[in-house]
Structures are given as C-alpha cells and as structure tokens.
C-alpha cells in the first residue's frame, strides 16, 4: 500500500479495510454531482488525481500483499472499465493470490465497447456496485450527463447480464438527487435481479 504524500496523486488507498484502486481520472458520464466537475479531487484525504494511468504492474506494486484487505475496489474518480485489459489483468493476479475483488462501476462498459462485458468480467471480479442513480431515463441523463446516446437502456442491460454472471451485484441510486426516488430505484434494482443500496448525496467514500 503506497503511503499518502501531500499533494501526490496516488494510485492504492485505504478506507474502510479495503484497498482501493484509482486507475483513471477518465469517465463516460460528466455527472453534476461529482466531486471532480467542482474542482475537488480529494476523497477522504487522498488526492485521487492522475498524471498518468498506471500500467498493471504499477498498481500491483501499489497494493502490495492483498491479504490484510476484506476487499480490492476498483474505484477513484474516473470509471474503472475504461481500462479493461488492464482491469482484468490485475484483477486475476489478484485474486489468484486470494483476493475479493470489486468493481464500482456506471455499468456502460458495454455500451463503449459494443459487447456483453459481464462475461468476462466472470471469474476475475467477485461483486459489482454499479451506479444506477436515477428511476428514469430522464432524471438520470439531467444528473448524469452521458456522453454516448443510449447510456440508460444499456445500463438496464449491463445490470441484468451482470445479475446472471456476477455472485455479488448491487445497484445504487443517491438519496438527495433532486427528482430521484428512492423506492423506485430500488424496485428496478429488484426486477433487474439485482440488491439495492442507497447512498447520500456528498458523501464520498
């Protein structure tokens, strides 16, 4: 685990017995209530922004033995799937070495690709959270902005080939957003085959 240095981007920390990993500043969404698009790249202290995306090696090096962690979280502040090749890479080195392996994702890896991620996500990576954050197609392109067409039906997609291939995946919606509603986002959660859980507006990591 790298050790937290002012003013230094980093590529692993910790919270909450996990060892996050930060792999790119990059993202598909431009979402309104990110911290990055006001400016703030720090998440509980740490400064998660990149200079350069690290290569494979140089995140292994960062995590170290992952045996101390009840989790390995491929989350910082850009979308972790953008980097797939190097996503899986790690996450199968990993896990060989026992590792629980998590991805916190939007879930349109599919819709940038242009294939059914979730299968190969399959045996490399132990759970997904995956942020729905809206009930409706409406509500979620004003929050979150995607930048491809078709961002919304491809995430309904991605949450339902990733229920049947995926022992552990949760969607999120976040309490706060104005116009979300809670308990439809977690109905759709349900119908989709997934767990739901809420998260709060502003509270990061």
Known sequence: ???QVADKPIIAYQLHGNCYLNITNRCTLRCAFCPKFNKIWEVQGYSLRTRHEPSAGEILAAVGDPAPYKEIVFCGLGEPTLRLAVLLQVAEQLKAQGARIRVNTDGLASLVYGRDIPPELKGKVDALSISL??????TYSRHCRPLKAGAYQSLMGFIKSASRQIPDVTVTAINGLEGVDMALSRQLAEQLGAKFR???????G
């Open 1 to 3: 685990m790298q050790t």
């Open 133 to 138: 954050n809206a009930h409706d197609e409406i």
């Open 198 to 204: 809420q998260r709060e507006l502003d509270e990061v």
